[in-house]
């Protein structure tokens, strides 16, 4: 009977071990997720200088990548990690999958330490590929810089053939930005950590399946939600 409590406590404690391990693990995943959703929050406070409100309303998917760090600047690499989300049959969005973004360059950016990326996905199409594997953005699915401010509807034709819009912000600038040659896809290390789910699936988080978010997730999605919302007035 001894025997049999030791291994029963030596269990817990195991068990105990391996939550804790699960949390401090998606620490840094909750602080990302929070970063993103300051970036949103901070464009929604600059409506005349963000993402044409069109263009957002009538999304199927959003990126958002903050602090990309330029690895030269001469050749103008980057790697940056952020969130993406689909928008829902309801009109609402999914909850956030992790994606990491490398290559590409901000040739007009040169000397930026790090730089907020968001992209936005006109069709599924994309996200399909980007769930499939690695995804190279102006080789799998057309991308453009895209248009600024409110009345950027009437200046740009957002009927072009680009399947994803890129815009960049750093040192309080935001503007549309081109992304030809980055990288995106799935970091399903982080998708685990996360949501404490070995083996989640981006269609496990994209479908909403999960039983238990993390309240940084759903914070998220509100923000953008009351963005989204906002462009419809």
Do not use: H
């Not at 949103?40 to 409100?53: D, R, S, V």
């Not at 399909?128 to 080789?139: E, Q, R, S």
């Not at 895209?146 to 053939?161: I, N, S, W």
């Amino acid at each position: 009977m001894k025997l049999r409590s030791m291994v029963i406590v030596l269990a817990g404690f195991f068990l105990l071990c391996l939550a804790c391990n699960t949390v401090e693990a998606g620490g840094k995943e909750v602080e990302k997720v929070e970063a993103a959703t300051e970036v949103l929050t901070e464009l929604m406070a600059i409506p005349e200088k963000g993402i044409a409100p069109l263009l957002l309303q009538n999304a199927y998917g959003v990126a958002v990548i903050p602090a990309v760090v330029k690895a030269s600047l001469v050749v103008g690499g980057r790697y940056g990690w952020g969130v993406l989300v689909v928008r829902e049959k309801e009109g609402g969005w999914s909850n956030p999958s992790f994606v990491s973004l490398t290559g590409g360059s901000v040739g007009y950016q040169i000397g930026a330490q790090s730089t907020d990326v968001i992209l936005v996905f006109k069709s599924r199409k994309s996200i399909d590929g980007i769930m499939k594997g690695k995804f190279t953005l102006g080789a799998d699915a057309a991308v453009a810089a895209g248009a600024v401010g409110r009345q950027a509807e009437a200046a740009t034709d957002l009927q072009l053939k680009a399947e994803i819009y890129s815009y960049s912000r750093s040192r309080g600038l935001f503007a549309g930005v081109a992304l030809e040659g980055a990288a995106l896809q799935i970091d399903n290390k982080s998708n685990a950590a996360f949501y404490g789910k070995i083996g989640i699936t981006p269609a496990d988080i994209f479908t909403n399946k999960l039983r238990e978010v993390p309240a940084a997730a759903n914070e998220f999605k509100q923000v953008l939600g009351k963005y989204t919302a906002a462009t419809t007035r």
